[in-house]
């Protein structure tokens, strides 16, 4: 659990200071969990995946993916809603600990700054070596965990049901 109620906004920081939230926490000795995703439309497969994320540990820090990456990842119409919300939407969560943003096309710059215990990623990912900052975490003594997702809960399934094409 957290350490108390801090208000959405707190939870919402810049890379270096994830990485001094997580360096405290692991200090305190807790295990810090890191995973990172684009979280365009929150639906109850992310929410089920956040919380088997923190299921790992005692703190989940999520990396988020900026506007300007998801449009270089995804394409044009994407994201559907703004980075902002999104991370404010991720960061009400009980289960989210602190929400950081991420330009680039990958989180290593943010694994590498946030040093995490656990590397958590979605079971869709065939092995830990498919999962970017594995080689970082467990060279820190760390893991990686891959985490169920629910079937047939995802954005681009209810951005094609919006649209009319399921």
Known sequence: MSDGFRSTAGKVMPRQAAARFSAEKKRAGRTVVFTNG????????????????????????????TDASIRRIKGAGRPVQCQEDRARVLAALACVDAVTLFDEDTPFETVCAIRPTVLAKGADYGTK??????????????????????????????????????
């Open 38 to 65: 684009c979280f365009d439309l929150l639906h109850v497969g992310h929410v089920t995946y956040l919380e088997g994320a923190r299921a790992c540990g005692d703190v989940l820090i999520v990396g988020m993916n």
């Open 129 to 166: 070596y498919d999962v970017v900052g594995w080689d970082i975490v467990e060279a820190g003594g760390g893991r990686v965990e891959r985490i169920p997702l629910v079937e047939g809960k995802s954005t681009s399934d209810l951005i094609r049901r919006l649209n009319g094409q399921a």
